[in-house]
């Protein structure tokens, strides 16, 4: 059974850093695309779907990044340990939420995907919350 498991979520104030780290539990990232994304507070209830936060792709490390975290988030990958990390800096209020790792099994090297419906699996999320 393939589990994602995100970690680094926590508490931290407006400015602030924090990195996210996503690992594979009985599977590996060397055939996958990754990606972050996030759900804000309410919005689960709401129906709204995740939102992207940024993606790589499978070998070619290649990025792409929402406009909303740009410049102040970045994504990575390490095959030799299995981790996808999202080092999250200047932190703001608007932030705040509950991020998900998502792998796709992809014949791309260099492809990234941006879409929640793309993604094959998902972990089980990590709260951040930037305080103002």
């Known amino acids: 059974q393939v589990q994602l498991v995100e970690s680094g979520g926590g508490l931290v104030h407006a400015g602030g850093s924090l990195r996210l780290s996503c690992t594979g539990s009985g599977h590996t990232f060397e055939r996958d695309a990754l990606g972050w994304f996030r759900q804000a507070p309410g919005k689960e209830r709401e129906g709204k779907e995740r939102e992207f936060v940024a993606a790589i792709s499978k070998s070619t490390f290649a990025t792409y990044y929402a406009d909303s975290v740009k410049g102040r988030f970045t994504i990575s990958r390490d095959y030799d340990k299995n981790i996808l990390y999202l080092q999250m800096d200047s932190l703001k209020p608007a932030d705040t939420a509950v991020y998900y790792c998502?792998?796709?099994?992809?014949?791309?090297?260099?492809?990234?995907?941006?879409?929640?419906?793309?993604?094959?699996?998902w972990g089980q999320g990590t709260q951040v919350t930037v305080s103002s």
């Open positions: 998502a792998a796709k099994s992809s014949y791309s090297n260099g492809a990234y995907y941006l879409e929640e419906y793309q993604y094959d699996y």
